[in-house]
């Protein structure tokens, strides 16, 4: 190997030396002429500079040029050994700078970016045109479609051993296409129409084109059903499925709410029940309690009544006797006045007084007087008349 290698290195090493003579030597030749047209040292020394570094600078290039190999951010690196028939390197290069023997060895750049694959109208910027699929009930449907993919990772050298460097790109599509009519006419045109199936058949076409794509060295990320177009007739049916549909649902939402309706009204009725049997069981304690405070009333107005008779009896009782000793003693003092009168009229000045009110209450109506009986008195002389009345002479002085 060493030695295969020395017999390729040994040109390139000559003509490398090579090169670097004729710099030395046009250099040499520049400081001559430089010596001869400008004599002032300075001067010589700043041409020398400048011709050196302008050797340097043309030397770095012209190796950089031809045995540096630059891998650019979001690219894969392939080393393919031209020299003895070993081929591919089977290791991928990231992004950055790697020595490259010209002669010996080439390098391939493959884009190792995620790739989004599109079918869509061509006015919405698709790489391909939009799918035709015939679902599974005969109607005819545009699909639009994204495949995103990559080139596996560590797989790009495998990919160029292949010869797929520049083809893997027609095979995803090819792949994808045929895939995706094959899934999709799977599906009924309610079932395409609907979000739920046609997500898990886009989970099963990424399973499957992941599997098919992995023979060339390609990863399927994902696969994501974009547009879903149907004809104008269709459309027209379409509406009119999910109108019904929607007042089936409808229908079911009335059915649903009159049925939460009776429910209510069961718990509405449980829940007066309830209350009518609460209250009908206070009813009764209030009613118990009521007939046991009608008792207990019953008790104090018979004690109240016991003694408020008792008490009256007591009262009149004693009022009766009090009474009695009261007539008693008023007949007592009646007795005692009636004496005591009796004893006063009987003496001559009661008799006076008797007679003195006897005339003041006389009522003549008519009186015939004589003037010439001089034992009759006039009714006009009041002291005649008490005389009178008491049996006194008219004419005596008592």
Known sequence: MNEILGRWLRPFLSAMRAGLR???????????????????APLRAGVRVLALSSALAGIGIGVGATCLVRVRPGEIGVRQVDFGGRGIVERDYGPGLYLSLPFYESWHLVDGTTQVLSFA??????DFDILDVRTRDGNVVKLGASVVHRVRKGEAWQLVRDGLKSAWRRRVRATAETVLAQELATLSTEEIAATEPRLLCSAGVTRKLDALL??????VESVLVTQVWFGPQYE???QAKQL???????????????????KIEVFQQEIENSARTIAADWDRRIAERSAQGRGEIAAVRSGTKFYDETRRAAAKADRDRLAFEGDQLIARSEGLKDSLMRKALSTGGGRM???????????????TLNSNDPSVPSVLDLDAMVKLLVGAPVGSSH
Do not use: M, P, Y
């Not at 710099?23 to 002032?40: D, M, P, Q, V, Y």
């Not at 007084?353 to 009186?367: D, F, H, K, P, T």
């Open 244 to 262: 019904a549909a929607q007042q089936s649902l409808l229908q079911e939402a009335a059915t649903g709410v009159d049925a939460q309706r009776a």
């Open 214 to 219: 992995a023979e060339d060295h390609v990863e």
């Open 22 to 40: 004729a710099t030395a030597a046009l250099l040499h030749i520049l400081a001559l002429g430089a010596k001869r047209i400008a004599r002032f």
């Open 236 to 238: 027209k049916k379409l």
């Open 353 to 367: 007084w008797l007679a003195r009110q006897a005339a003041g209450n006389l009522n003549i109506r008519q009186v």
């Open 121 to 126: 109208w061509e006015t919405e910027g698709g």
